[in-house]
């Protein structure tokens, strides 16, 4: 499984188009994913005091668009290793590959990012 970090708002607008489609798709031909280890890096660093964030757990096998595996793009997050590779889909994501979607919320005191329960718990995310 991997991961994409989106607002509730276009959330709600990919099911009413039928497909999610991120920003970064027209900006750079991809939608930026994560795994479980490196989502909370990006969360805490690129998405500090946002409360109005979902997770989508994807899955690959799922996918129509095709999906590599690559260095970050640009500057990565602290905690990621420029080798690291992350996770890049090339064309809208398709809604029957969305397995689930989780209410993603900063800590209300430190603003930092954690695991939502379900996914810390979720054996599917070796």
Same mark, same amino acid.
Request: hydrophobic letters at 40%.
């Given at each position: 499984?991997?991961?994409?970090?989106?607002?509730?708002?276009?959330?709600?607008?990919?099911?009413?188009?039928?497909?999610?489609?991120?920003?970064?798709?027209?900006?750079? &031909?991809? #939608?930026?994913?994560?795994?479980?280890?490196? *989502? $909370?890096?990006?969360?805490?660093?690129?998405?500090? +005091?946002?409360?109005?964030?979902?997770?989508?757990?994807?899955?690959?096998?799922?996918?129509?668009?095709?999906?590599?595996?690559?260095?970050?793009?640009?500057?990565?997050?602290?905690?990621?290793?420029?080798?690291?590779?992350?996770?890049?889909?090339? &064309?809208? #994501?398709?809604?029957?590959?969305?397995?689930? *979607? $989780?209410?993603?919320?900063?800590?209300?005191?430190? +603003?930092?990012?954690?695991?939502?329960?379900?996914?810390?718990?979720?054996?599917?995310?070796?």
């Amino acid at each position: 499984m991997i991961l994409h970090i989106t607002s509730k708002q276009e959330w709600l607008e990919a099911q009413q188009r039928g497909e999610y489609v991120a920003p970064s798709l027209q900006t750079e &031909g991809f #939608i930026h994913c994560s795994t479980e280890k490196q *989502v $909370l890096h990006v969360a805490n660093a690129f998405y500090h +005091g946002r409360n109005d964030l979902v997770l989508l757990k994807l899955d690959e096998a799922q996918l129509k668009p095709e999906l590599k595996w690559e260095p970050p793009a640009g500057n990565p997050a602290p905690g990621i290793s420029d080798s690291d590779k992350f996770p890049h889909i090339f &064309g809208p #994501i398709n809604l029957t590959a969305v397995a689930s *979607v $989780l209410d993603f919320e900063p800590d209300p005191a430190s +603003g930092k990012f954690a695991l939502p329960s379900a996914l810390a718990t979720d054996p599917s995310l070796t």
